[in-house]
Structures are given as structure tokens and as C-alpha cells.
């Protein structure tokens, strides 16, 4: 007899693994990440194309903040550097709802992450297109390793071209269509 008011599912697997951009985009995958111990918190991301190839990755040392903040600083540092660069169609993937909720609803300035949401605006704004997806975890595996990458970087935004060797792992992990298992709880 369950004791639980929990909503009963039938629980179901799927194969998740990175999916390109279309051929004329670049995809930038991004995350965050705190340490729940100390409260610090980075964000990275990289650019790729539809064969899989980084053109450029991107670390962020935050200080302090809140995954969310963490995750909304992230995405809009790789926006940012999108721009500087050139690029007019991007395709930005998120693994948090949260995040895509805040960036979709137009927040006024009083909610604590209205200001944030305010500068994603300003540059959805701008003259490019901009294909926002939520994406699970499992599928942006680069990212969250350029995110953790970030708390031992110095405080700020640093974006290169060259990738580590770290990096290179999940690249071709997700280039040789790698999947991992995702459960789900299908509810009645």
C-alpha cells in the first residue's frame, strides 16, 4: 500500500544523444553549473556546426549566483559572442526550462530575474534569427564540461578557438551519435 499522495506513471527509457544544427546554422550549446558547497558559479558553451565541429567555446567564472543566473548568463555570453563573431542563425540549446521559460515570458523588472530577461529580449531584438530549444542534459555533455570548466577559470567571460582535449572527447562523443538512457514517468 503506498502512503504517498505521488502521482503513479509507468516509467519509460529513451536514447538521447546531440542532434546537429541545420546546415547553414551554428548551434550554440550552453550551461551552468554551482558548486553547491561554496556557492560559486560558471556557465560555458560552444559553437558548432551540422558536421559537429566547434568553432569556439566559451568559459564564465561568475562568483556567486543561482543556477538560473547561472544558467540565463551563460546563454546570453554565448548570444553575445555570437553576435561579435558574425553569426545571424543560431540555433541556442538550453537544458533548463526554467531558463527558456524566463528568456520566453516577458518579465517585468521587479521579478528577480527581470533584468535578465530584459537584456534577453535586447538581443533577440537584434537583426538575426534565433531558434531557442530546451534539450536534456544527456545530449549537451560538451557544455556542462566547458560550464565546470569555468570555476577554475579567472572571474569573467573568455572565449577561444582551440579546444582541449577534454573537450574534444564529447565532441566526438556526440559526432558518433552516442546516446545515453533517459528514464521518463508517463503518468496515467
Not at 49 to 64: P, T
Not at 82 to 103: C, F, P, V
Not at 113 to 136: C, M, P, T
Request: hydrophobic residues 35%; proline residues 3%.
Amino acid at each position: 500500500m503506498s502512503t504517498t499522495n505521488e502521482p503513479r506513471g509507468e516509467l519509460r527509457t529513451r536514447q538521447i544523444a546531440w542532434k546537429p544544427p541545420l546546415a547553414d546554422w551554428i548551434q550554440i550549446q550552453s550551461d551552468g553549473s554551482v558548486h553547491h558547497d561554496s556557492g560559486k558559479a560558471a556557465a560555458g558553451g560552444l559553437f558548432r556546426d551540422h558536421l559537429g565541429r566547434c568553432h569556439r567555446a566559451f568559459v564564465c567564472n561568475l562568483g556567486s549566483c543561482s543556477i538560473t543566473s547561472a544558467e540565463l548568463k551563460g546563454a546570453m555570453e554565448g548570444l553575445k559572442i555570437a553576435w561579435d563573431e558574425g553569426y545571424r542563425k543560431i540555433e541556442l540549446n538550453l537544458d533548463s526550462e526554467t531558463a527558456i521559460s524566463i528568456i520566453n515570458n516577458h518579465l517585468d523588472d521587479e521579478h528577480r530575474h527581470g533584468q535578465a530577461a530584459v537584456q534577453f529580449r535586447n538581443l533577440l531584438d537584434r537583426d538575426w534569427e534565433i531558434k531557442i530549444s530546451h534539450v536534456y542534459r544527456e545530449s549537451n555533455c560538451a557544455a556542462d564540461y566547458l560550464a565546470n570548466a569555468g570555476h577554475t577559470s579567472p572571474f569573467g567571460t573568455h572565449s577561444f578557438d582551440v579546444c582541449d582535449p577534454g573537450l574534444r572527447y564529447w565532441l566526438h562523443y556526440d559526432v558518433m551519435g552516442i546516446a545515453q538512457e533517459r528514464s521518463f514517468n508517463l503518468m496515467h
